[in-house]
């Protein structure tokens, strides 16, 4: 192991979908990612150490570095390219420059999940000056998911846009919990949260208790 390091976060993501894709684009600095690329999501503590992580990866494969963010505590990488080899490459390389297996990672904990529905319009106008995707309207339905670690909040948002026609709002992938703000009608809220507990339910690791 070449640094003693925790990891938080760590999911494989096989196909980013049009909204999820989009948004990374618009919030991220680095090199934006596309629809249907696959994509990797590392979060570690150390903060810093992500770092070293982006260097071996860039070095062992050929995928483009979207997001990097670098806080104190916590560090994020996200990954992609349209080959799935070499998306599998980097959380190889990830692995192998820590010398662990993927089950080390903390495994995904909801914190929170709430369903509000018929969403009075001054409160659509509170969500809708603060996200950077698309627009929920008076009398829609409003999902606020709470995840833990953060950088599970893509996966959650991209799973929930595979299995149900949602408007993606807002997601943050980074800090101390992951957030998604999700809209659209009841009966497909509901099948998004559906599908983003299943999703987080099969990422196994080491235990997350609150």
Same mark, same amino acid.
Do not use: C
């Given at each position: 192991?070449?640094?003693? +390091? ?73 990954? #992609? #390219?349209?080959?799935h080899g070499q998306v599998r490459a980097a959380a190889d390389a990830v692995l192998g420059y820590y010398g662990i297996a993927e089950e080390a990672r903390l495994a995904p904990r909801i914190v929170n999940a709430q369903i509000i529905?018929? /969403?009075?319009? &001054?409160?659509?106008?509170? /969500?809708? =000056? ?5 627009? +929920? ?5 409003? &999902? ?7 950088? &599970?909040?893509? +996966? ?6 595979? #299995?149900?026609? /949602? ?28 599908? +983003? ?6 990422? #196994?690791? =080491?235990?997350?208790?609150?």
């Amino acid at each position: 192991m070449s640094e003693q +390091i925790e990891l938080r976060a760590f999911t494989f993501i096989d196909s980013l979908q049009p909204q999820t894709a989009s948004f990374i684009a618009t919030v991220a600095q680095g090199f934006l990612p596309l629809e249907n690329q696959a994509s990797l999501i590392v979060e570690v503590a150390p903060g810093m150490s992500i770092n070293r992580v982006t260097d071996t990866v860039l070095k062992q494969t050929d995928v483009s570095p979207g997001m990097q963010v670098v806080e104190r505590a916590f560090g994020l990488l996200e990954v #992609h #390219h349209f080959d799935h080899g070499q998306v599998r490459a980097a959380a190889d390389a990830v692995l192998g420059y820590y010398g662990i297996a993927e089950e080390a990672r903390l495994a995904p904990r909801i914190v929170n999940a709430q369903i509000i529905t018929g /969403i009075e319009g &001054y409160h659509t106008m509170l /969500i809708n =000056r603060m996200r950077h995707g698309d627009v +929920i309207l008076q009398g829609q339905t409003l &999902y606020i998911l709470e995840v833990h670690p953060a950088g &599970y909040a893509t +996966i959650a948002v991209n799973e929930a846009e595979k #299995h149900a026609n /949602i408007k993606v709002l807002e997601f943050q992938t980074f800090g101390a919990f992951g957030r998604v703000w999700l809209g659209g009608d009841e009966e497909n809220i509901i099948e998004a949260d559906k599908a +983003i507990r299943q999703a987080l339910s099969a990422l #196994h690791g =080491r235990p997350n208790v609150g």
